[in-house]
Nanobody
Framework: QVQLVEFGGGLVQAGGSLRLSCAAS????????MGWFRQAPGKEREFVAA????????YYADPVKGRFTISKNNAKNTVYLQMNILKPEDTAVYYC????????????????WGQGTQVTVSS
């Protein structure tokens, strides 16, 4: 089992920044990659970014490229999502997730999920 807890959501004005954290515990050594997803009201959950625990390869969804940065601290078993130049369309509940065997963009492939943290961007 892997437990994930997100921190750092909140309300910010457009153009501002937020940093989300995801603390992993449990069998974290078994995770292959970590991902961030988001879900806005009335919309499906969508991929935001992913990072491999080993090596640190990253991948981003097109809407956040150049604005968001995913990073990790292996010693702290923590993954971060630095979000800059936030837009109202970034408003959503943000979830971190752990994938035991893949480095992908499909939520169905991820094995463990956090409870989510709300990010609201005002215009």
């Amino acid at each position: 089992q892997v437990q994930l807890v997100e921190f750092g959501g909140g309300l910010v004005q457009a153009g501002g920044s937020l940093r989300l954290s995801c603390a992993a515990s449990g069998r974290t050594f078994s995770s292959y990659a970590m991902g961030w997803f988001r879900q806005a009201p009335g919309k499906e959950r969508e991929f935001v970014a992913a990072i491999k625990w080993s090596g640190g390869s990253t991948y981003y969804a097109d809407p956040v490229k150049g604005r968001f940065t995913i990073s990790k601290n292996n010693a702290k078993n923590t993954v971060y999502l630095q979000m800059n130049i936030l837009k109202p369309e970034d408003t959503a509940v943000y979830y971190c997730a752990a994938d035991l065997s893949r480095f992908g963009v499909n939520s169905i492939e991820y094995d463990y999920w956090g409870q989510g943290t709300q990010v609201t961007v005002s215009s």
